[in-house]
Every structure is written in C-alpha cells, then in structure tokens.
C-alpha cells in the first residue's frame, strides 16, 4: 500500500476515535457538570485515552500510555488552557451551565484531537 494510501487510512480511524471521544466527553461533562472541577480530571483522562487510541494507529504497538499521556499534555496545555479556564467559569451561566460546559467540553476534545492527528501525521511524513 502506498504511503498516502495508508495515512489516509490511518487519519480515517484517527477521526472516528475523534468522534467517539468527543461524544463520551460531551455526556461526561453533562453528567458531572453540577460539580466544580469535576469535569477537568474526567476529560484529562478522556484526552490521554484518546491520544493513546490515535497514536496506536500511527505509531503501532510502540506506543505506550505514558507516551500519550506526554504529548496530550503538551498539547492540551499549550492550545486549551483558556478553554479548561472557560469550562470551570461556565457554573456562571446558572441553569444553563451544563449545555455550556458540553459545549466547551466538545470543543476542547474535537480541537485536541485533531491537533494529535496533525502532529502525528507531520511526524509520518518527516519519517518517509
């Protein structure tokens, strides 16, 4: 298979783990969103994960845990601090608090991932 055949491929599954993380982060947040602090610890985790599952498919079975749980922390810090400040600040919408917190929780989850399929992919193509 030819190299842009298969990141193709491998950015197609990339995505769908996207997508299923977005989700699960989204009802995580709704659920716990009564709660102050309670949503950051849950998509930290969330976000690992999903590091994880994504670099699977790019990196194979070399890829470790500890491995995601670093590069989602540098990106995580370094693109959504504010988003995170944002998430914790939405109790200030009252009743609407948990729809915003969704909000941003999907946000901050869809805009991480797709940062970590990037990063990932520029590492394939500096590799070939």
Request: aromatic fraction near 8%; charge should be positive.
């Amino acid at each position: 298979m030819e190299f842009a055949e298969e990141l193709r491929q491998k950015r197609k599954r990339a995505e769908e783990w996207v997508n299923g993380y977005t989700a699960a982060g989204v009802a995580a947040v709704v659920v716990v969103s009564p709660v102050p602090g309670a949503a950051t610890p849950i998509l930290c985790g969330i976000e690992a994960t999903m590091c994880w599952n994504i670099g699977k498919q790019y990196r194979g079975d070399a890829w470790t845990m500890a491995d995601a749980k670093a590069v989602a922390g540098l990106i995580g810090l370094a693109a959504f601090t504010g988003q995170i400040i944002a998430l914790e600040a939405a109790l200030l919408l009252g009743p609407f608090a948990p729809i915003g917190k969704a909000a941003i929780a999907g946000s901050i989850i869809k805009g991480m991932g797709k940062l970590i399929v990037r990063h990932f992919e520029v590492l394939a193509e500096r590799a070939q």
